[in-house]
C-alpha cells in the first residue's frame, strides 16, 4: 500500500468512501509517523488511543452509510483551542496542566463531522510570535532544510508552527491554526502548505484561548485548497455563543472552486513593494502576476496609502488587548499556582505570573498596559484604532478597481532558529504583509508558489474582500495548479528513499 501519510484529505476521503483502507489503518500510519517526526517537536500533547478510538467509531459510521463531510481523517488542533479532557496549554507554563472540560466550537465542529484529532500542536506562547520558538515546551523545528546550510535548523514560522510544521511533515492531514497577525499565512508559507485566515467572525472564537479578541480568528492549514475548503466548511458557522461570530450563512466553499478566473481584477498594492525587498520575492510576486494574466484576469496597480503605519499600529492594538485578556491567569482559576507558605493573595498572584510567563509574554503585556494607562490612552491606543480604521479603509477604497489582492506572504524564506532573536523589532517585521489584513478582518490566504534558491518553500498571498473566501480559494487553486507545487521537505524525501 502507498504511504497514507501522503494522500491529501481529499484524496483520503475518496479512499475511504472506496474501502481501500479504513480510518484505523490512516490513523495509525499518521501516529506511526508521528513517532519517527518526535523530534521535529510539532506536538505539546499525542493522544494516539484516543484518535484510534475515534478511528474506530468513524469506520463504524461510515459503514453504516453515516459518514460526516471529514469522516476519518486525522487532524491536529493547535493547542490553543479548548479541547474537553485533553490538556490545553496556549504552550505556557501557566497552563500547563489546565484540562478543559469543554470543546472549543470551532474543534467540536471539526469532531462533529467525523475528523479524528491525533493530538494538540505547538505555538509561540499565548500565539505571541512568528517562529514557534516561545514555547514553553522547546522549540518546533521546520521539517524542511536550507540546502546551502544543512545543518542548521530552521524555524517553522509562528505563531501556528506546530501546526504548519505537522502538515508538511505528513503527520497530520491537516491542522487548525489562528491567526492574529499573521499566524496562520506566514507558517503556511515557511513550511510549504496552505492556510487561510477566514472573514473576522467566520470561525466561532469561542473555547479559543484569547490573544487580541478583535484580531483573532481561526482556520485550516492543509496541504491543498481544497482541502482548505472543506475544513473550512466544517469550522465555520455562527455561534450564539461568540457575539462576534456573524449569523452568516456558509458557503460550499469546495463547490465553488470552479477555476474560472477570467475577467476578476487582481489588484497589486504598490506599497508593499517594500525597500530592501529580497528579490526572490519580487519575483515569485511577478511570477504569481504573470500566472493570473495568462489566466485572463485583469492586473491592477492599487494603492494602500496606510499600509506602513499597520505594523506600529497592530503593535499597540495587539499587546493592549493581549494585557487585559491575560489578566485571567492569576493562579486561581487554570493551571499553574506557585504558592509558598505564609503567602498573602497578591504574593500568589505575582509568583504565578512572573514563572507562568515567558519573556515575551511578559513584554507585550507591559506594553499593552502602557498602552492603556491612563496618561498615555490618548497618545497611543486611541491613535492605534483611527490609524486601524484608515487601513480599513484603504481596502474599502481598493475594492472599488478590484476583487482580489495579491501579494508575497512573508518578506523571507525560513530563517534558521536563533536568528532574528536578539531584537524582537526584528521578528515583528515578519508580519509586514499580513498584519493590515487582521486590522482590516478580511479574509487573505497564503499558498505555496514556489522555492527560493536555498530550496526552501515560499508562499504568495491573495486578500479578499469581507465574506468573500470563496474568490480566494478559487483563485488561490489557480495558482496551485500553476505553481504545482510538488516539493517534499527534508524528512519525508528522505524516508521516501
Ligand atoms: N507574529 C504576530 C505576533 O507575534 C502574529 C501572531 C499571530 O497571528 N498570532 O503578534
Same mark, same amino acid.
Given at each position: 500500500m502507498t504511504d497514507l501519510t501522503h494522500l491529501t484529505i481529499t484524496e483520503a476521503l475518496n479512499g475511504l468512501e472506496n474501502k481501500d483502507f479504513t480510518s484505523v489503518e490512516l490513523t495509525q500510519a499518521h501516529i506511526d509517523a508521528m513517532a519517527d517526526a518526535?523530534?521535529?517537536?510539532?506536538?505539546?500533547?499525542?493522544?494516539p488511543e484516543r484518535a484510534l478510538e475515534q478511528a474506530q467509531q468513524s469506520d463504524k459510521r461510515r459503514s453504516e452509510g453515516?459518514?460526516?463531510?471529514?469522516?476519518g481523517i486525522p487532524l491536529a488542533i493547535k493547542d490553543l483551542f479548548c479541547t474537553d479532557g485533553v490538556q490545553t496549554t496556549a504552550s505556557s507554563h501557566i497552563l500547563e496542566g489546565f484540562v478543559p472540560t469543554y470543546e472549543s466550537t470551532v474543534s467540536g465542529n471539526l469532531l462533529r463531522d467525523g475528523a479524528v484529532m491525533l493530538g494538540k500542536t505547538s505555538l509561540d506562547e499565548f500565539a505571541m510570535? +512568528?517562529?514557534?520558538?516561545?514555547s514553553y515546551f522547546g522549540d518546533v523545528i521546520n521539517p524542511w532544510k536550507n540546502k546551502n546550510r544543512p545543518d542548521a535548523n530552521l524555524v517553522p514560522g509562528g505563531s501556528s508552527g506546530g501546526s504548519a510544521s505537522a502538515v508538511a511533515a505528513r503527520i497530520a492531514m491537516g491542522a487548525t491554526g489562528t491567526d492574529t497577525g499573521g499566524s496562520i499565512r506566514q507558517p503556511a508559507s515557511f513550511c510549504g502548505i496552505t492556510g487561510i485566515k477566514p472573514?473576522?467572525?467566520?470561525?466561532?472564537?469561542?473555547?479559543v484561548v484569547a490573544f487580541a479578541s478583535s484580531l483573532d480568528q481561526a482556520g485550516p492549514m492543509a496541504r491543498t485548497i481544497e482541502d482548505c475548503a472543506l475544513m473550512l466548511k466544517s469550522m465555520a458557522g455562527h455561534d450564539?455563543?461568540? +457575539?462576534?461570530?456573524?449569523p452568516k450563512d456558509v458557503p460550499d466553499f469546495t463547490a465553488g472552486?470552479?477555476?474560472?478566473?477570467?475577467g476578476l481584477r487582481i489588484g497589486i498594492p504598490?506599497? !508593499?513593494?517594500?525597500?530592501?525587498?529580497?528579490e526572490e520575492i519580487d519575483k515569485l510576486w511577478e511570477q504569481g502576476i504573470a500566472w493570473l494574466k495568462d489566466a485572463g484576469a485583469e492586473i491592477v496597480d492599487i494603492s494602500?496609502?496606510?499600509?506602513?503605519?499597520a505594523l506600529p499600529a497592530y503593535y499597540i492594538i495587539a499587546p493592549a488587548e493581549a494585557s487585559s485578556n491575560l489578566?485571567?491567569?492569576?493562579?486561581?482559576? !487554570?493551571g499553574l499556582r506557585v504558592c509558598d507558605d505564609g503567602d498573602n493573595l497578591i504574593d500568589m498572584y505575582e509568583k504565578t505570573r512572573a514563572e507562568g510567563f515567558g519573556d515575551e509574554v511578559k513584554r507585550r503585556i507591559m506594553i499593552g498596559t502602557y498602552v492603556l494607562s491612563a496618561g498615555y490612552y490618548d497618545a497611543y491606543y486611541v491613535k492605534a484604532q483611527k490609524i486601524r480604521r484608515l487601513i480599513a479603509q484603504d481596502f474599502t477604497n481598493a475594492y472599488e478597481q478590484c476583487d482580489v489582492i495579491l501579494t508575497?506572504?512573508?518578506?523571507?524564506e525560513a530563517f534558521a532558529i536563533g536568528?532574528?532573536?536578539?531584537?524582537p523589532l526584528t521578528m515583528y517585521l515578519n508580519d509586514v504583509y499580513t498584519v493590515s489584513i487582521n486590522l482590516a478582518g478580511l479574509p487573505g490566504l497564503s499558498i505555496p508558489a514556489g522555492l527560493s534558491k536555498n530550496g526552501l518553500p515560499l508562499g504568495l498571498q491573495l486578500v479578499g474582500k469581507s465574506w468573500d473566501e470563496a474568490t480566494i480559494l478559487k483563485v488561490g487553486q489557480h495558482i496551485e495548479k500553476a505553481a504545482n507545487f510538488t516539493a517534499l521537505p527534508a524528512i519525508r524525501t528522505q524516508k521516501a528513499a
Amino acid at each position: 500500500m502507498t504511504d497514507l501519510t501522503h494522500l491529501t484529505i481529499t484524496e483520503a476521503l475518496n479512499g475511504l468512501e472506496n474501502k481501500d483502507f479504513t480510518s484505523v489503518e490512516l490513523t495509525q500510519a499518521h501516529i506511526d509517523a508521528m513517532a519517527d517526526a518526535k523530534h521535529l517537536n510539532a506536538y505539546v500533547t499525542e493522544t494516539p488511543e484516543r484518535a484510534l478510538e475515534q478511528a474506530q467509531q468513524s469506520d463504524k459510521r461510515r459503514s453504516e452509510g453515516k459518514a460526516g463531510i471529514l469522516d476519518g481523517i486525522p487532524l491536529a488542533i493547535k493547542d490553543l483551542f479548548c479541547t474537553d479532557g485533553v490538556q490545553t496549554t496556549a504552550s505556557s507554563h501557566i497552563l500547563e496542566g489546565f484540562v478543559p472540560t469543554y470543546e472549543s466550537t470551532v474543534s467540536g465542529n471539526l469532531l462533529r463531522d467525523g475528523a479524528v484529532m491525533l493530538g494538540k500542536t505547538s505555538l509561540d506562547e499565548f500565539a505571541m510570535g +512568528s517562529s514557534n520558538t516561545t514555547s514553553y515546551f522547546g522549540d518546533v523545528i521546520n521539517p524542511w532544510k536550507n540546502k546551502n546550510r544543512p545543518d542548521a535548523n530552521l524555524v517553522p514560522g509562528g505563531s501556528s508552527g506546530g501546526s504548519a510544521s505537522a502538515v508538511a511533515a505528513r503527520i497530520a492531514m491537516g491542522a487548525t491554526g489562528t491567526d492574529t497577525g499573521g499566524s496562520i499565512r506566514q507558517p503556511a508559507s515557511f513550511c510549504g502548505i496552505t492556510g487561510i485566515k477566514p472573514t473576522y467572525g467566520r470561525c466561532s472564537r469561542w473555547g479559543v484561548v484569547a490573544f487580541a479578541s478583535s484580531l483573532d480568528q481561526a482556520g485550516p492549514m492543509a496541504r491543498t485548497i481544497e482541502d482548505c475548503a472543506l475544513m473550512l466548511k466544517s469550522m465555520a458557522g455562527h455561534d450564539p455563543k461568540d +457575539s462576534t461570530s456573524a449569523p452568516k450563512d456558509v458557503p460550499d466553499f469546495t463547490a465553488g472552486l470552479t477555476d474560472d478566473i477570467k475577467g476578476l481584477r487582481i489588484g497589486i498594492p504598490k506599497e !508593499y513593494r517594500m525597500e530592501g525587498m529580497s528579490e526572490e520575492i519580487d519575483k515569485l510576486w511577478e511570477q504569481g502576476i504573470a500566472w493570473l494574466k495568462d489566466a485572463g484576469a485583469e492586473i491592477v496597480d492599487i494603492s494602500l496609502p496606510h499600509t506602513k503605519y499597520a505594523l506600529p499600529a497592530y503593535y499597540i492594538i495587539a499587546p493592549a488587548e493581549a494585557s487585559s485578556n491575560l489578566a485571567r491567569y492569576d493562579g486561581v482559576r !487554570y493551571g499553574l499556582r506557585v504558592c509558598d507558605d505564609g503567602d498573602n493573595l497578591i504574593d500568589m498572584y505575582e509568583k504565578t505570573r512572573a514563572e507562568g510567563f515567558g519573556d515575551e509574554v511578559k513584554r507585550r503585556i507591559m506594553i499593552g498596559t502602557y498602552v492603556l494607562s491612563a496618561g498615555y490612552y490618548d497618545a497611543y491606543y486611541v491613535k492605534a484604532q483611527k490609524i486601524r480604521r484608515l487601513i480599513a479603509q484603504d481596502f474599502t477604497n481598493a475594492y472599488e478597481q478590484c476583487d482580489v489582492i495579491l501579494t508575497p506572504t512573508a518578506p523571507s524564506e525560513a530563517f534558521a532558529i536563533g536568528e532574528n532573536e536578539e531584537d524582537p523589532l526584528t521578528m515583528y517585521l515578519n508580519d509586514v504583509y499580513t498584519v493590515s489584513i487582521n486590522l482590516a478582518g478580511l479574509p487573505g490566504l497564503s499558498i505555496p508558489a514556489g522555492l527560493s534558491k536555498n530550496g526552501l518553500p515560499l508562499g504568495l498571498q491573495l486578500v479578499g474582500k469581507s465574506w468573500d473566501e470563496a474568490t480566494i480559494l478559487k483563485v488561490g487553486q489557480h495558482i496551485e495548479k500553476a505553481a504545482n507545487f510538488t516539493a517534499l521537505p527534508a524528512i519525508r524525501t528522505q524516508k521516501a528513499a
